[in-house]
Each structure stands twice: as structure tokens, then as C-alpha cells.
């Protein structure tokens, strides 16, 4: 039976983040190489990437990057809004999860890693985290660009963030470095960590309570 360690970009697209959408664009080759370079890594990892600012699209299914043969680009857009994106992603790893179990495949907790620079600006966006929480129950990795940790803190609180990392808007450093060592951090892990059970006669795609915390 094949494992199969979903994670998902969410990268916020409002005017000030785009500077940074090439080095995300950068650091998705980079990725792929390394997931090229680890046999383990490489056959379990599947990436798909959603970008988010006023609306929210799906810029990359959930893939095998190892056998894509071109990156995506990823469009900007304009104010920071997080109920457009959680309203997509509830529908996307709803039925990721629905259809990989159906090809009988360990599919292990799925995980969002949040990339933005600003809070959110629409209100009532809870309600929506709240909805894909209750059908993906997935891991959510903050990271946030200019705000301060207690901004990043209360943020990673509201979306109860497994990890929240605050870096300071500078050159000085690579984005597309940190996000990279972040992600295969956390796909090591994922990829060792035990695998949802859906309950016997459950059709539901959500993951039962079973799961890593």
C-alpha cells in the first residue's frame, strides 16, 4: 500500500508580498531537488500550492513534484483575506484525501504551510478556518513576513498552528531557504508519523479523530 504525505502551500499574493512570489517560485525548484535527491522523501511528498490575497485559487493540484515537468507561476493579488482560502482549501483536501484513500492509499495528516505578511482584513474568516478544520483536521505551519511575534502569535493561535515563525522583511536572507528547510523538516516527519483511519462503513473524506495531535 502506498503512503502519501499531502502539504500545501498557502501563499498569501497582496501587492506587498510581491517581491517575494519569485523567491517561493525559487525555493518550489529547490524543493524539487531535494525531493529528487530522497527516494523516501520523493515517493511520499505531494506538494499543491493555493495562492490567496482577495480571492483564492488552486495554482498547483496536489502533485508529485519529482515528475512535473513545469512550475507554476503564481498571479498577486490584492488585500489579505483568509475566508476565501480556507473556504478552497476545505474542498480541496476533502477531496484529495476521498480520492487517495480510494486508490487504498496511507494517507498521512495532511498539513497547510501559511505564508503572508499581513492578518487577515475580512471578518468572520474563523467560521471558514472552523469548516476546513472539521474536514481536513490538517496540520497548519504559520509563517509570517513584517509582523511582530505577538501579531504571529495570536495568528498562529486563531489557526492552531503546530509551529508559527515571525521573520523580519529584510533582503538579508533567503526566503525561498527558510521556507525549503521548513518544509523538509516537517515532511521527515510526517513521513515517520502514523497514518489517518477512516472509521469501517464511514464515505466521509474526513480524517477520523485517530491522528497525530
Not at 56 to 70: F, K
Request: hydrophobic share 45%.
Amino acid at each position: 500500500m502506498h503512503r502519501v504525505v499531502p502539504i500545501y502551500l498557502a501563499i498569501n499574493t497582496s501587492p506587498s508580498m510581491a517581491r517575494r512570489l519569485v523567491e517561493v517560485e525559487q525555493m518550489l525548484v529547490a524543493l524539487t531537488d531535494e525531493l529528487l535527491s530522497s527516494p523516501v522523501l520523493g515517493d511520499q511528498v505531494r506538494i499543491g500550492v493555493v495562492s490567496f490575497a482577495d480571492t483564492a485559487d488552486l495554482v498547483l493540484p496536489l502533485t508529485d513534484l519529482t515528475r512535473l515537468g513545469r512550475m507554476p507561476r503564481i498571479p498577486s493579488g490584492r488585500e489579505t483575506r483568509f475566508g476565501p482560502l480556507f473556504e478552497l482549501l476545505a474542498k480541496v483536501v476533502g477531496r484529495d484525501l476521498t480520492v487517495h484513500r480510494a486508490m487504498d492509499a496511507e494517507v498521512m495528516r495532511p498539513m497547510v504551510f501559511l505564508l503572508c505578511d499581513g492578518l487577515p482584513t475580512d471578518n468572520g474568516w474563523e467560521r471558514s478556518f472552523a469548516k476546513f478544520y472539521g474536514v481536513a483536521h490538517a496540520g497548519v505551519i504559520l509563517a509570517t513576513i513584517g509582523l511582530d511575534e505577538k501579531e504571529t502569535q495570536w495568528l498562529g493561535s486563531a489557526l492552531r498552528a503546530t509551529a508559527a515563525f515571525s521573520w523580519a522583511d529584510e533582503r538579508t536572507y533567503s526566503l525561498a531557504a527558510r521556507v525549503e528547510e521548513v518544509l523538509l523538516d516537517h515532511a521527515s516527519i510526517l513521513v515517520t508519523s502514523r497514518v489517518i483511519s477512516t472509521p469501517r462503513g464511514s464515505s466521509s473524506g474526513s480524517p477520523s479523530p485517530e491522528q497525530d495531535a
